[in-house]
């Protein structure tokens, strides 16, 4: 039973390009979140979706930053026009129903130059 | 916003010793949940204790949660260098999205 898998690993763009980080839930979760680290730091919340419908983008910039969870497919976050400050984990996160424990993928390493 | 906040921000000790790290939060909670991170990997759930209870217990792992003071604490008894990891304490925002603290920096040495 696969995990969260989220690809690339890891992601150079320079900057002004677009970066696109997908994730693909464990099986039968239909939530998935998005969440960004800093080195040394800790999780920060960006976007909750639930298939086809974004629940909660509190916590996602509202300039050059998308995210969707199709029908079909994995879940994506999309980042236009990358600047340095974008460098960071991001993490995504799944799970079977609300408030249950969530299962993360490995990252997603964006190094902007 | 920061919702929960881990205490020591970072702590090292001898392998058989214990380990314990407190997290306070700000707004009453259904449940508080903590997670493990090893260098370079995702979180990884360890364990869930409801605002019902008060202790909870999974192998080495021992969870308490005090609702009047809005705060827990985790306890890892005698510790491993495996054990070596930052440990992070969650608790559930408005729309049901997880909220995590810094995090407490373990470094269990052998």
């Known amino acids: 039973n696969a995990g969260v898998m989220q690809n690339p690993r890891h992601l150079v763009r320079r900057r002004g390009q677009e970066a696109r980080l997908r994730c693909s839930p464990m099986k039968g979760h239909s939530h998935v979140y998005w969440y960004r680290q800093l080195p040394e730091e800790g999780l920060k919340f960006m976007v909750y979706l639930q298939k086809e419908n974004i629940i909660d983008e509190s916590g996602m910039p509202k300039e050059r930053f998308s995210a969707e969870f199709p029908k079909e497919g994995p879940s994506i976050l999309r980042i236009q026009q990358v600047v340095r400050g974008d460098s960071a984990a991001y993490f995504c996160?799944?799970?079977?129903?609300?408030?249950?424990?969530?299962?993360f993928g490995n990252g997603t390493r964006l190094t902007v130059t | 916003s920061q919702q929960g906040e881990e205490d020591p921000q970072a702590l090292s000790i001898q392998e058989g010793e214990n380990a314990t790290m407190n997290c306070s939060y700000k707004?009453?909670?259904?449940?508080l949940q903590w997670y493990r991170q090893n260098s370079g990997r995702g979180l990884v759930h360890l364990i869930l204790?409801?605002?019902?209870?008060r202790e909870k217990h999974s192998g080495r792992l021992r969870v308490t949660l005090d609702t009047s003071k809005k705060s827990s604490s985790l306890l890892i008894t005698a510790s491993r260098a495996a054990d070596t990891a930052s440990y992070f304490c969650?608790?559930?925002?408005?729309?049901?999205?997880?909220?995590f603290g810094k995090g407490t920096k373990l470094s269990v040495k052998p």
């Open positions: 707004t009453s909670i259904n449940n």
């Open positions: 996160a799944s799970s079977a129903v609300k408030d249950s424990p969530l299962h």
């Open positions: 969650a608790t559930e925002g408005s729309q049901g999205n997880l909220i």
């Open positions: 204790i409801r605002s019902n209870e």
